[in-house]
């Protein structure tokens, strides 16, 4: 039987895409790169500490989704060039928060 050219080259792309590689780091996404070693627990936090130590932060200087983490407990803002510091893996941390909210609350009891 004869089949046209451009049936065959639509036949042949449909298989190639079926015969792709998986793609293997689906659940485990940043944390692939360890494979099966520390034991999932493990590496369940550590994922979502890389997520957020890679992760755009806001910027409350500009208003924009730029900071990024320059080094350990350092973070720079793309787009203003504010540096400022906050935690190792996170922008700001638990204690940062309580500790700000103290203060802006031991304020407004002095302003009264």
């Avoid at 895409?17 to 936090?45: E, F, P, Q």
């Avoid at 983490?69 to 203003?80: D, K, T």
Wanted: aromatic share 10%.
């Amino acid at each position: 039987t004869f089949v046209p050219f451009a049936a065959r080259l639509l036949q042949f792309a449909s298989t190639a895409n079926s015969t792709r590689m998986a793609k293997r780091t689906d659940k485990v996404g940043i944390t692939g790169k360890y494979g099966t070693r520390y034991g999932a627990n493990l590496r369940k936090r550590v994922k979502k500490i890389e997520i957020s130590k890679h992760a755009k932060h806001f910027c409350h200087w500009c208003g924009k989704f730029r900071f990024r983490r320059a080094a350990i407990g350092i973070w720079h803002c793309r787009s203003c060039g504010k540096t400022t510091a906050g935690g190792a893996w996170t922008l700001h941390t638990a204690n940062s928060t309580t500790v700000r909210s103290t203060i802006r609350r031991l304020r407004e009891l002095q302003d009264k």
